[in-house]
């Protein structure tokens, strides 16, 4: 009994963590990769270094992006942070 007692509070903490830290960062992953997934040709796009483009073609692993100035990169899917909304 004195033992469970014992462990109580280092439970509780792990408990705490991980619906304040961890289950809120998986949540955002996940949503990222469904983003990164399901990019198109024609969507606008941030990476994660800050480029501005728009997508000029992409495969499986992949993709062309294109930036204002008409210069064409070859970038990886997992390299995009956000897709802007097409307004």
Do not use: C, W
């Amino acid at each position: 009994m004195d033992t469970l007692v014992g462990l109580l509070p280092i439970i509780l903490m792990f408990v705490i963590f991980y619906f304040l830290l961890i289950r809120p960062q998986q949540k955002k992953q996940k949503k990222v990769q469904q983003m990164q997934t399901e990019l198109q040709k024609g969507d606008r796009i941030i990476t994660i270094g800050g480029l501005h483009g728009t997508i000029h073609a992409l495969d499986e692993a992949t993709l062309i992006v294109s930036a204002q100035d008409g210069t064409q990169m070859k970038f990886d899917r997992s390299s995009i942070r956000e897709k802007l909304n097409q307004d």
